[in-house]
């Protein structure tokens, strides 16, 4: 069973930048499927992006332009590369893995069967 940590988080001015990265424990890191969620308080879970283990993406319309995903298969970590942030932005920033997702249900969190325990992505005004 993998394991993800994700680390990177914090507090950063709107309009400023933020990367937080998702390492994963097993070597089989490649053959999964990885996402970003987020969750804000009050709010349930969103999607982010994600990124297959062919290096297809897709991304939320409320980021799409303004986040990258990424992955470094040998350093068994996903990234997600945040510019441009906005106060909406604010919330608790889960990744996820998955190896038996279709392309068609990447945004269902649903899909994912490991998560990480989330970092804090605080965007001020």
């Known amino acids: 069973q993998i394991q993800l940590l994700e680390s990177g988080g914090g507090l950063v001015q709107a309009g400023g930048s933020l990367r937080v990265s998702c390492a994963a424990s097993r070597l089989a890191f490649s053959t999964y499927h990885m996402a970003w969620f987020r969750q804000a308080p009050g709010k349930e879970r969103e999607f982010v992006a994600a990124?297959?283990?062919?290096?297809?993406?897709d991304y939320a319309d409320a980021v799409k332009g303004r986040f990258t995903i990424s992955r470094d298969n040998a350093k068994n970590t996903v990234y997600l590369q945040m510019n441009s942030l906005k106060p909406e932005d604010t919330a608790v920033y889960s990744c996820?893995?998955?190896?038996?997702?279709?392309?068609?249900?990447?945004?269902?969190?649903?899909?994912?069967?490991?998560w990480g325990q989330g970092t804090q992505v605080t965007v001020s005004s």
């Open positions: 990124m297959t283990w062919t290096s297809n993406t």
């Open positions: 996820a893995a998955g190896a038996q997702i279709s392309i068609r249900n990447l945004r269902d969190p649903a899909q994912y069967n490991h």
